[in-house]
């Protein structure tokens, strides 16, 4: 089945860019989404259609995506935003199946 | 305000049978998918499966086809998950959650509180 890939852990200090990619072989023809999940909570989105931002979240959070690799992108890090972080797309079989990366733990200090 | 409300937790023991539910208000139910996400202790996001109330229509991740049940019953904005023979390895908790347009698949904005099953002997 198909599957995306997520790097298990980032590490920056506040401040600095973290950078979190997503690799997977239907990105070329699919958008990627990207959630954030803090410890106990449902998961929220903060990039939708490879690189939109919904309402309400910061502009430090950018998305990007170039052949089979997405990335999301926060310029300046704060240690708010250590959490788990996961991409989503669907496969491109036609029936719509989504799917989640492994997701990645971004720890800033 | 959309709200996807969850049942309570679940403690039951392997074999027995179990459905939770998610009850919707604030939006028109039948026009919109609603789908099921696993997170096992410690562990990721998985997409388990989508239903559209308005049909029934029902889409299953190949490593949930056959484990689950999926429904929703429209006359009472309600969408179930239900297992009929539980396992240890079923213990997670259970996510479900809403597109943000009505007929779109995903992603999901909406989501529930989320159900804490546990299964143990």
């Known amino acids: 089945s198909y599957e995306l890939t997520q790097p298990p852990s980032v590490s920056v200090s506040p401040g600095q860019t973290a950078r979190i990619t997503c690799s997977g072989d239907?990105?070329?023809?699919?958008?990627a989404y990207w959630y954030q999940q803090k410890s106990g909570q449902a998961p929220v989105l903060v990039i939708y259609?490879?690189?939109k931002r919904p309402s309400g979240i910061p502009e430090r959070f950018s998305g990007s995506s170039s052949g089979t690799m997405a990335t999301l992108t926060i310029s300046g890090a704060q240690v708010e935003d250590e959490a788990d972080y996961y991409c989503?797309?669907?496969?491109?079989?036609?029936?719509?199946?989504?799917?989640f990366g492994g997701g990645t733990k971004l720890t800033v200090l | 305000e959309v709200q996807l409300m969850q049942s309570g937790a679940e403690v039951k023991k392997p074999g027995e049978s179990l459905k939770i539910s998610c009850k919707g208000s604030?939006?028109?139910?039948?026009?919109?998918?609603i789908g099921w996400v696993r997170q096992m202790p410690g562990k990721g996001l998985e997409w388990m499966g989508i239903?559209?109330?308005?049909?029934?229509?029902?889409r299953y991740s190949p490593s949930f086809q056959g484990q689950v049940t999926i429904s929703a019953d429209k006359s009472i904005s309600t969408a179930y998950l239900q297992w009929s023979s539980l396992k240890a390895s079923d213990t997670a908790m259970y996510y479900c959650?809403?597109?943000?347009?009505?007929?779109?698949?995903?992603?999901?904005?909406?989501w529930g509180q989320g159900t804490l099953v546990t299964v143990s002997s």
């Open positions: 259609e490879d690189s």
């Open positions: 604030e939006y028109n139910f039948t026009n919109y998918w």
């Open positions: 239903i559209y109330p308005g049909n029934s229509d029902t």
């Open positions: 989503y797309s669907t496969d491109s079989s036609g029936i719509h199946r989504g799917v």
């Open positions: 239907a990105l070329p023809k699919k958008y």
């Open positions: 959650a809403r597109p943000g347009v009505p007929g779109d698949m995903g992603p999901f904005d909406y």
